[in-house]
């Protein structure tokens, strides 16, 4: 069905958020360009840990964005557009110390409280649903009904779906403005000038030069680990591993000397093929570019404390990613303020393949004057004073 | 003096000092080092350590054959049998 | 200890060259090495007691005089140093396969002299156990001084061919047969200009097809190894001739050959800010031994003269050097004009150590949806495994540049990326390397 307000729009960025935007606009019968500087999934979705999470969450707006996020992947995998890329699995979070088994103990009432499935494991319990766990382990709470997928080819599947050829190279220069700065007419490419009844900005990085943003938009640095396949080790992992240092870890850094600090915030994700994902760092600043074996040797020494086997697999690649952190913590999610037809969609840091396709979804509904399950309001750009796009 | 050997499936393979476990292997008629995990051949290729097709569990760390001399008492394990 | 002023990774001829230069210069030089000898794979040591392979004269005095020079000039090398890359922060990554340790390094310049790798064009069967490169069985037979048992076929294109036949002939099993792609007999213009200009190479290689001769080895020129089939405990290799005919020839071995690419998978281009990185020999450009002793050369001249503000020019050698590479592969072009990658059956496997194949890559090129090099290597998983692309990256990009003639070739480089590890590293040596734990508290 067509949409009644919207004919065809814009979508500049074809990273979670612009592919899932894409896709929920095609399926209105709205008529979709899809525009990237680069091309697919080629800067954070690309980088990410995969994690279709709710573990880490406290309760609050971004706890029930993700739990909406959770449920969209397993309709989406339902209904057979997803099935063989989201993989349903737990999360486990393991304390080794006593000063952390505090701090989780009080996480997993607040999960619980929220209505999500989170327990705490008895220490046989969890030797056997966990055959891969370090025996010294203080503390593990399981959190069901999550998973894991990954951003490119959750990109590729929307995409394809969608039906679009997507312009790669196609960076947008600038937004051109009606005469009475309402509207975005047309978007403007270094090839050529496109007209659009609706633009939507969901170019991470690249929307705090075209949006005015970059006082709010800050990038955060993330550096990933695969590792060669191991297929029993990988068995005996029903779910992924995070440390319970993670939930200490969790937002900026203040490091010493000045220095922007990270933080690690151990994950190791076994993956389909046997393989398995292990992050990550959070870095303020920072370029993508390469890694860096101080935070590689660490990642890893924590890894193995905890799957004492991966010590016998070997390491395939490493790979880092930057994502936009909002200054306030919480994604931009909404209609641009003081135009009508001008959405941004981006700021997710580390929650973006979690977030992205409900964030698109909600996008796409708004765009086309329906309500949407996801709650856009604490995500409101116009939070910000000075967000303008320049005419 | 008995020639050196290291173990490879239960057989002892004799090799000179010097060699490599791909280039002993070989002489003792091996060309098939195991399976990886997607069942593919491990076999000697590149000998030069860059396809990463010769590797097998070697006292167990997981090593290329080719880049990896031989030592009296090694045991080399097919991937498959690795248990990774 | 004084601060490493020239780092270079491989003692293979350019990695060799490069160390007496900077040496000469008075800099403080390292050299890692993965394997336990000098002189890369083309001057592979013998083990004790093993015959020497048999190797033209004029090789043999530029491998003699390099050697020497090399052992006299007392260079620190690290051997079995496995390098891993260049992190971030500058520091050379290599795993000490002696101790089964990490190792991370500093040096103010970083000669990488990683030598090539051989092209190896897919076949239907190629994935085998049995079937090599042609050069792993002749750096294998260096080694050993032992020919490659049973019976051997070598098949591909390019002189290396002919010269591991004579040397498996001398060493007392010759190959059934020889199959090559090109017909130098019948590249006049070529063959001309190699005899007038680089007269050496010419009469190496009528050394090397004397030695054939005299074994009765068929060189058979203009036919093509069409696939690759079991047979019981060995193989049969499925060859077309040069009059179209099929014929099928069993072979225990089978050694394949399409020619050398530089080995400079997955290093990133230089960083201003880090230390500077100069690429040696083949691994810059590939053209053979005399060439990266040349350019080694240079490149240890050029780090030197830069540790103290100068820089240094390209030798003049490489520009006949490079003519010389150019008219061998004139003399070998492939008689058949065909692209090599585009009969290929759908189930020939591409990527051998993600086992994906022909058909899925064109799967992935048919839609209306114009994927990147990047895209493909995410969707397809091709050069996504641990050979990180080395043997497939380049035949892929191929591949997909002929699949999609109206957009822009994909290189081999949008494949496979620049990171480290450049080789996979067993993760117990990197955790229990106690990097992370010196330079910041955990937080």
Redesign the interface.
């Known amino acids: 069905m067509q949409s009644r307000h919207l004919r065809n729009a814009v979508v500049i960025g074809a990273g979670i958020c612009g592919a899932a935007t894409a896709y929920f606009l095609s399926r209105r019968g709205v008529n979709v360009r899809l525009l990237d500087a680069r091309a697919p999934a080629a800067e954070a979705t690309g980088a990410a840990d995969g994690a279709v999470s709710v573990a880490s969450k406290r309760p609050g707006p971004m706890m029930n964005a993700a739990l909406l996020g959770i449920r969209l992947y397993r309709e989406l995998a339902e209904a057979g557009l997803l099935a063989d890329l989201f993989k349903t699995r737990s999360t486990f979070i393991v304390a080794r110390h006593d000063d952390e088994c505090a701090v989780l103990e009080a996480h997993a009432a607040a999960l619980s409280g929220a209505g999500v499935g989170a327990e705490i494991l008895s220490q046989a319990t969890a030797r056997g649903r966990f055959p891969a766990l370090a025996p010294a382990t203080r503390m593990v709470v399981e959190v069901r009904g999550e998973g894991h997928a990954i951003g490119y080819r959750i990109v590729h599947r929307l995409i394809a779906a969608s039906g679009l050829a997507v312009d790669r190279h196609e960076p947008v220069t600038r937004l051109i403005l009606c005469e009475r700065g309402q509207r975005i007419r047309a978007v403007e490419t270094a090839k050529s000038r496109i007209e659009a009844d609706a633009v939507i900005v969901a170019a991470g990085g690249g929307s705090g030069a075209l949006l005015g943003l970059a006082h709010v938009l800050s990038p955060r640095k993330g550096q990933l680990l695969v590792t060669e396949r191991a297929p029993s080790l990988n068995a005996g992992m029903p779910g992924a591993i995070m440390s319970g240092r993670y939930l200490m870890s969790k937002g900026s850094q203040t490091g010493p000397n000045g220095k922007p600090a990270r933080g690690i915030g151990l994950v190791v994700d076994p993956l389909t093929t046997g393989q398995f994902l292990i992050g990550g760092t959070r870095e303020d600043g920072g370029e993508a570019g390469s890694n860096d074996i101080d935070a590689v040797a660490r990642i890893l020494a924590d890894a193995v404390a905890l799957v004492p086997g991966l010590a016998n697999i070997r390491l395939l690649r490493g790979f880092a990613g930057v994502r936009m952190a909002v200054a306030d913590g919480l994604p931009l999610i909404g209609r641009l303020p003081g135009l009508t037809n001008g959405y941004v969609v981006t700021g997710f840091e580390g929650d973006g393949i979690c977030l992205g396709p409900v964030a698109g979804q909600a996008i796409a509904a708004l765009a086309c004057g329906e309500n949407s399950a996801l709650d856009l309001t604490p995500f409101d750009p116009g939070r910000f004073d000075g967000l303008k796009v320049a005419a | 003096m008995t020639a050196p050997i290291f173990r490879f499936k239960g057989r002892a393979i004799p090799f000179r000092p010097g060699e490599s476990v791909a280039a002993a292997l070989d002489a003792a008629g091996v060309t098939l080092l195991g399976h990886d995990a997607l069942g593919q051949a491990n076999r000697y290729f590149c000998g030069i350590g860059a396809c990463q097709n010769c590797v097998a569990l070697i006292d167990g760390v997981v090593r290329e054959t080719c880049l990896t001399l031989a030592a009296q008492g090694m045991v080399v394990v097919p991937m498959e049998d690795a248990g990774g | 200890m004084a601060e490493i002023d020239v780092l270079i990774v491989g003692a293979g001829p350019a990695g060799m060259a490069a160390a007496i230069e900077a040496g000469k210069a008075g800099l403080r030089v390292v050299v890692l090495e993965?394997?336990?000898t000098p002189g890369g794979?083309i001057f592979r040591q013998a083990?004790?007691?093993?015959p020497a392979v048999r190797i033209p004269p004029r090789v043999a005095a530029i491998r003699h005089e390099l050697s020497a020079a090399f052992a006299a000039s007392r260079i620190e090398t690290r051997y079995g140093h496995?390098f891993l890359g260049i992190?971030?922060?500058g520091?050379v990554?290599a795993e000490d396969?002696n101790t089964?340790a990490?190792v991370?390094l500093k040096a103010k310049s970083i000669v990488l002299a990683l030598?090539a790798?051989?092209k190896i064009l897919p076949r239907p069967g190629w994935?085998?156990?049995?079937?090599?490169?042609a050069?792993?069985?002749?750096?294998?037979m260096k080694?050993?001084g032992?020919a490659?048992?049973g019976r051997v076929l070598l098949a591909g294109n390019g002189p290396l061919l002919v010269a591991v036949a004579a040397q498996m002939a001398a060493l007392g099993n010759p190959p059934v047969a020889v199959i090559e792609a090109g017909d130098p007999f019948r590249r006049f213009a070529a063959g001309v200009a190699l005899a007038a200009f680089h007269q050496h190479l010419a009469v190496e290689a009528f050394g090397y097809l004397r030695e054939l001769r005299r074994h009765r080895v068929e060189w058979q020129r203009g036919a093509t190894l069409q696939r690759i089939e079991r047979d019981g405990e060995g193989l049969i290799a499925c060859v077309r001739n040069s009059a179209g005919e099929i014929k099928f020839i069993r072979a225990?071995?089978i050694g394949l050959h399409d020619g050398i690419r530089s080995?400079e998978f997955g290093l990133?281009p230089a960083n201003a800010r880090g230390p500077l990185v100069v690429h040696a020999g083949d691994c810059r450009e590939a053209l053979g031994a005399e060439a990266a002793i040349a350019d080694g050369r240079a490149a240890g001249m050029r780090v030197a003269a830069a540790l103290r503000g100068f820089t240094h020019a390209e030798p003049r050698e490489l520009t006949r050097l490079r003519q010389a590479e150019a008219i061998l592969s004139r003399l070998f072009a492939p008689v058949e004009t065909a692209h090599p990658l585009a009969a290929l059956p759908d189930d020939t496997v591409l990527c051998?150590?993600?086992?994906r194949n022909v058909g899925e890559l064109k799967a992935l090129c048919g839609?209306?949806?114009?994927?990147?090099g990047?895209?493909v290597k995410?969707?397809g998983r091709f050069a996504m495994?641990?050979?990180?692309g080395?043997?497939c990256a380049d035949n892929t990009a191929a591949l997909m540049a002929h699949l999609r003639p109206d957009l822009p070739a994909p290189q081999a480089r949008d494949l496979t990326?620049?990171?480290?590890?450049i080789?996979?590293?067993?993760?117990?040596a990197?955790?229990?390397?106690?990097?992370?734990?010196?330079?910041?508290q955990?937080?």
Do not use: Y
């Open positions: 993965q394997h336990q794979a083990i004790a007691d093993a496995v992190d971030s922060d520091f990554l396969r089964g990490f991370t030598g790798v051989e994935e085998r156990a049995g079937v090599s490169t050069g792993g069985l002749q750096v294998m080694e050993t032992r490659p048992a225990d071995r080995n990133a051998r150590c993600e086992n839609g209306a949806d114009g994927l990147t990047r895209e995410h969707h495994g641990s050979c990180q080395r043997f990326g620049t990171r480290w590890p080789r996979p590293v067993p993760i117990a990197l955790a229990a390397s106690g990097v992370g734990q010196a330079k910041e955990e937080i």
